[in-house]
């Protein structure tokens, strides 16, 4: 694995008015690497994904792929960065082949139509979450299990160099919860993609190679993912301690 760190944050502070939920984060995460975010509800992990999308104020620095994120103009728009939020909501109806297709907007013009080549890929990144049934569905009448895994075909398709994503397993059962795991090990080992994934389903770390970032912790810092590791997360999380 490259040592070239993609993402670099460092003595970031971030949080709400009054509240500081992240205080003096440093963390370099190595490309390509998977790297999944664990703590309790309300510990901050939405929060850091805010501050690297641009949408919270913060102080301290985050460069990504070597560049200072405030001098960066829409890193989503320039492939450096593709954000699955927790709930993606669509309030009119649509296909969900179209739904997917939108991924490819970087490489098409503005009012153009996307091209059958797009669809072919749209298609198989359905295919690839184990979604092509619902390709000619209405997504609006999907379950949220089904709708989260659309979201996640049309995010492989915007093939950025970074992705983040917030609880992309939250809605799924454990079969579709383990294909996306092992999907998101692809696009880091096939891909060569970072991945930071907010997530509670430490069942589904302890096998995966990867990073554990732990924003519970009085100093997060990250951790190689083993299943001792894990279990030492775990223990920490469900102790009185980590709620003080
Ligand atoms: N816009 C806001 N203004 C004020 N406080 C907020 C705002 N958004 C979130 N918070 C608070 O900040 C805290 C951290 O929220 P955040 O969404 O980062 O938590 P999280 O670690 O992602 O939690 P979860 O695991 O439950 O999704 C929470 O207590 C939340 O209520």
Known sequence: ????????IE???????????????FLYVPAPAFLAIIGHNGCGKTTLFRALTGQIPYQGTIELGGQNLRTLR??????????LPQR??????IEVRELV???????????????????????????RVGAAHLA??????LSGGEQQLVWLAQLALQDAGLYLLDEPTQQLDVYYRRRVFSLLQSWVTDHH????CITHDLDNLATL???????????????????????AEREFLESEESLA
């Open 11 to 25: 003595n970031l502070v971030a949080g709400y008015e009054q509240r500081v939920l992240l205080r003096n984060l």
């Open 209 to 231: 190679p990867g990073y554990v970032l732990n924003l519970s912790r009085p100093q997060p810092r990250l951790q190689a993912l083993s299943a001792a590791v894990v279990q």
């Open 88 to 93: 993606g909501v669509v309030g009119f109806p």
């Open 74 to 83: 829409r890193p989503a728009a320039s492939g450096q960065l593709a954000h």
């Open 193 to 196: 993609k970072t991945v930071l």
């Open 101 to 127: 297709v939108m991924g490819r907007f970087r490489h098409h013009s503005f009012l153009s139509a996307y091209r059958p080549a797009d669809y072919v890929l749209a298609e198989a990144a359905l295919t």
């Open 136 to 141: 000619h569905r209405d997504f609006t009448e």
């Open 1 to 8: 694995m490259s040592q070239f760190s993609v993402l670099k």
